[in-house]
Nanobody
Framework: QAQLVESGGGLVQAGGSLRLSCAASGSIFRINSMGWYRQGPGIQRELVATITSGGTTNYGDFVKGRFTISRDNAGNTVFLQMSSLKPDDTAVYYC??????????????WGQGTQVTVSS
């Protein structure tokens, strides 16, 4: 089993910044990718950003250069630096990991979510 623990959410004023962290642990053979998704009130969960084991990043269209995903050297912690935050960014942010627990078999894991609230 694998676990994802998120931190860093909170309340921030519009235009401000927040940094989210997500640490993976457990009996993981290989981390293929990790990333962030978000779900606002009445909205489907949507992609924020992902980063693969090779360092390839992908962002949701709404990010428009405001957010940056990165990871630590060990590759088991990812960070989401969010800047120029808007009230529309208010959502629960979920960390997602795609892990091989045994070689060749990939599993999807989700964190518990962290609330980000942007006030106007």
């Amino acid at each position: 089993q694998a676990q994802l623990v998120e931190s860093g959410g909170g309340l921030v004023q519009a235009g401000g910044s927040l940094r989210l962290s997500c640490a993976a642990s457990g009996s993981i053979f290989r981390i293929n990718s990790m990333g962030w998704y978000r779900q606002g009130p009445g909205i489907q969960r949507e992609l924020v950003a992902t980063i693969t084991s090779g360092g390839t990043t992908n962002y949701g269209d709404f990010v428009k250069g405001r957010f940056t995903i990165s990871r630590d050297n060990a590759g088991n912690t990812v960070f989401l630096q969010m800047s120029s935050l808007k009230p529309d960014d208010t959502a629960v942010y979920y960390c997602k990991g795609l892990f091989e627990m045994v070689p060749g078999r990939q599993y999807q894991y989700w964190g518990q979510g962290t609330q980000v609230t942007v006030s106007s």
